[in-house]
């Protein structure tokens, strides 16, 4: 469903993404991992068409998403990591917009947008401009959004961030039937327990490249980490181990013996 | 606890600043710093010298003289003042209320006083750089008429500064007091509406009054009477009538402390202000993070804009429709409709004012050479409209980009969307200036659809060259959309704008010269070949410039990377 050839991204003289090919195929969660600045974002934002890559393509269900948008992106479903949203619209009016840009109007739309608000408990808020929302409540309306034109992708960047875990949770579920349902889902994330309890197969990036592909079994296996946590397989493969000592970061505190 | 220096608490903005121009260096060239200090200077020089000549010839009359000379910069300060206070009211808000920046600062262990001063100097800067800027082309106009001699420039900074401080105290202390009224936001709808309004009405009333009857004494019933007028301070209360009286004193050899003192009570206004901000800055920047919490219907722009466009496909109808919307409940956009209005009518009161039809011959002459002209000026006057409606259009998607090209929306229905919201009312308001204006200056059928047309050809031109340039130079990271015009990017939009201006009427001029000849000639009009050429050249010029600037912002907008 989706398909990375030799995809690379240059911003000036920096390498941000480094030659990465990658295959998700249908029915499955993907979790796409690395520290911070590793090239994580710049994938997603390639693959939902926002950025050109220097080199490569990008496949969403056949068809490239540079060369030809319009059938690859009607498959996608994106949700970013930062939750803009135009401000002086209301809820109801916003996803009414993004149906609009999917090419569908009517009394599906509307019924589909009720039913959304109601799953992501927004329906009270629905007819208040965008502005009031919490962070929180516009990432459920982002993700509302990326759903209400039924994608068969799902390509979505730090999805945890500012949901209660009550929404959290239904995300999660959310997922899960989706993908059971034959849907395709690409995520990253920094939160690993929620990698590790979801992901049917993982990526880590460091440094724009792959350095490692499988599943959490596979992983530790290729890196003979026996029954090691994801997080603790995660600092192996990214050198994030050796965490500085911890009472000379944070000081003596008033109120605490930190040693 | 040591508190850190003014400049360290400034310091984000400074080095922000400093960082864009380096940003702008890298991307632009050299280029960019010299095409903005030419066009400036060359402002200055124009500014400097109608000044210079108007006070040359008033010098020459040594009765009569210095008394307008002073009433004309107590005028211009005047004007100045009343900018002054509306830009302070409304940038203080911003800087004092809505910043980024103040989390950080209100969280951090910086005193009352630290914050106060940081957030007036940046009030002070963001609202009074063009004044003082546009202070310098005039004080030297008076400095060298009146032979100022060199300690003219540290007396007229002494006596600018404070007119600039006095402004930025009073505003950012009215705003202080209606934020603990109101909330942010509804203060910022509510200062937007008042201050247009406000505005709109100074000038509708400064119009209306017709001060050029103060260049005409014969209107006037004896020569003390028109004396007695210039006499009378525009207003003695304001530090722009102490400014006028410090700076014609000293240029006069007749120094008067007094101005100069009341001026410089604005140590003492930054005092009082600074106690009032210890008072009620903290409950009044509480009550700012409460949200304008309005329920929208909007059944309304569905039922009758959506209506309306329900031939069209559904993505540019919902495009088209979300823009409305947004323009309409954004009160900083709607408002400046008041303005706009107001700017109309004093337009076409100048316009009834002209003494045209004195002569039947004459007046023909001059009727359809105003007629003419006016098509540059009413052509200038929606270029100035599409800067600030139609070329910040592609920088305000810039956050929703993410939303736009991830979604199989064809970003020619975006440019056409655009292209169309902001043409549309363009057009209907350029009919609106020019029909009447013809109407008013009686002018014959023949100049009425020569006017007619150009201006619907100068429209589509004016509104594609504003989004294919707003495109070329997009603001993505400006919060306010009042700044987006007066960036590089609208700078060089009018610069272009204004070239077309001139080409098309110089095209058309071939052709009107040749009617009116007939006309004044009594021969019959004949419309030949050489006619048809110049029409269709002036024709040809308005699409090329339609054309062109949509294909090169499509271009463009297909290479945007968020």
């Known amino acids: ?126 007819d208040e401009l965008v502005e ?95 029954d090691a946590s994801l997080e603790e397989l995660f600092l192996k493969l990214t050198g994030g181990a050796q965490v500085r000592d911890l009472v000379e970061v944070l000081g003596e505190g008033d109120g605490g013996h930190a040693a | 606890m040591k508190q850190p220096s003014l400049w360290r608490v ?94 950080l600062l209100v969280s951090a262990p910086v005193d009352w006083l630290r914050i106060y001063l940081a957030k007036l100097s940046e009030t002070l800067l963001h609202s009074s750089w063009m004044v003082a800027l546009m ?21 007229a900074v002494l006596t600018i500064f404070p007119m600039l401080v006095l402004p930025a105290v009073a505003g950012s202390a009215l705003t202080l007091v209606l934020v603990n009224i109101f909330p942010a936001r509804r203060t910022r709808d509510l200062l937007s509406i008042v201050a247009l309004g406000a505005a709109g009405v100074v000038i509708l009333l400064f119009r209306l009054i017709r001060p050029e009857r103060l260049v005409s004494p014969e209107g006037f019933r004896n020569l003390l009477d028109f004396i007695a007028v210039l006499r009378t301070p525009t207003s003695p209360l304001l530090p722009s009538e102490w400014a006028t009286k410090a700076t014609m004193g000293f240029l006069q050899g007749a120094i008067d402390p007094l101005p100069l003192v009341l001026l410089w009570t604005t140590a003492a206004a930054v005092t009082l202000g600074a106690l009032l901000h210890r008072q009620l800055y903290a409950t009044g920047f509480t009550k700012a993070q409460e949200g304008a919490e309005r329920f929208v219907r909007g059944g309304l722009w569905r039922w009758t804009v959506g209506t309306l466009l329900a031939f069209l496909p559904v993505a540019k109808r919902e495009f088209v429709l979300k823009d409305i919307k947004l323009f309409f409940r954004d009160t900083t956009q709607w408002s400046q409709l008041i303005l706009l209005a107001v700017l109309v009518v004093v337009y076409l009161f100048n316009i009834k004012m002209l003494p045209l039809h004195r002569g039947e011959q004459v007046g023909f002459f001059y009727v359809t050479l105003v007629s003419f002209l006016n098509l540059g000026l009413a052509g200038f006057v929606l270029a100035a409209i599409a800067a600030r409606f139609i070329f910040p259009a592609v920088s305000l998607e810039g956050r929703h980009m993410w939303l736009l090209r991830s979604s199989p929306l064809d970003l020619r229905a975006l440019l056409w969307s655009k292209y169309w919201v902001g043409t549309l009312p363009l057009l209907a308001l350029a009919l609106l200036l020019t029909g009447l204006t013809n109407v008013l200056l009686q002018v014959r059928p023949f100049m009425m659809v020569v006017g007619l047309v150009t201006i619907c050809g100068l429209t589509f031109a004016i509104a594609a060259l504003a989004l294919g340039f707003g495109a070329l130079y997009p603001q993505f990271e400006t919060e306010n959309a009042a700044q987006i015009p007066t960036s590089f990017g609208g700078l060089v939009f009018m610069m272009a704008t204004i070239a077309l201006l001139g080409a098309v009427i110089f095209l058309l001029w071939q052709a009107v010269y040749q009617y009116v000849r007939a006309v004044f000639l009594g021969q019959p009009v004949v419309v030949d070949a050489w006619m048809i050429a110049w029409f269709a050249a002036a024709a040809a010029l308005c699409a090329a410039a339609t054309a062109v600037p949509l294909w090169v912002g499509l271009r463009r907008i297909e290479r945007f990377e968020f």
């Open chain 2, 10 to 103: 400034l310091e984000p903005k400074w080095r922000t600043a400093l960082q864009r121009i380096r940003e702008e260096r890298s991307r632009g060239g050299s280029g960019k710093l010299v095409t903005l200090v030419i066009v400036g200077v060359l402002f200055w020089l124009a500014v400097y010298l109608l000044l210079y000549l108007v006070l040359r010839h008033f010098r020459a009359d040594p009765d009569l003289g210095s008394l307008l000379a002073g009433k004309v910069l107590g005028v211009v300060l005047l004007s100045f003042i009343a900018i002054l206070v509306l830009s302070n009211v409304i940038t203080a808000l911003s800087s004092f209320f809505l910043a980024k920046d103040l989390d």
């Open chain 2, 135 to 155: 202070a310098v082309p005039i004080l030297t106009a008076y400095g060298v008429t009146y032979r100022g001699g060199p300690l003219f420039v540290p007396y």
């Open chain 1, 132 to 226: 009031a929302y919490s962070h929180g409540m516009r990432q459920k309306l982002i993700i509302s959004s990326a759903l209400i034109h039924r994608p068969q992708c799902i390509v979505v960047d730090e999805p945890m961030v500012g949901l209660d875990p009550k929404a959290a949770r239904l995300l999660k579920d959310i997922f899960r039937q989706f993908v059971g349902r034959g849907g395709t889902v690409l995520m990253s994330t920094h939160t690993l327990e929620v990698a590790d309890a979801m992901c049917d197969r993982i990526a880590i990036i460091q440094h724009g490249k792959i350095v490692a592909e499988g599943t959490v079994d596979d992983l530790r296996r290729q890196h003979r980490a026996g």
């Open chain 1, 1 to 126: 469903m989706i398909r990375l050839e030799n995809v690379t991204k240059h911003y000036g003289s920096f390498v941000a993404v480094d030659d990465i090919s990658l295959e998700v195929p249908r029915g499955l969660l993907y979790g796409f991992l690395g520290p911070n600045g590793a090239g994580k974002t710049t994938t997603l934002r390639i693959i939902a068409g926002i950025l050109r890559p220097t080199n490569g393509r990008v496949l969403l269900g056949g068809d490239d998403v540079h060369r030809n948008p319009i059938p690859a992106k009607m498959r996608l479903g994106f949700i970013p990591d930062r939750p803009f949203v135009y401000d002086k619209l209301t809820g109801v009016e916003f996803l009414r917009f993004v149906a609009g840009l999917y090419g569908q109007d009517g009394d599906a739309v509307e019924r589909r947008i009720a039913e959304l608000l109601e799953v992501f408990e927004l329906v009270s808020w629905k």
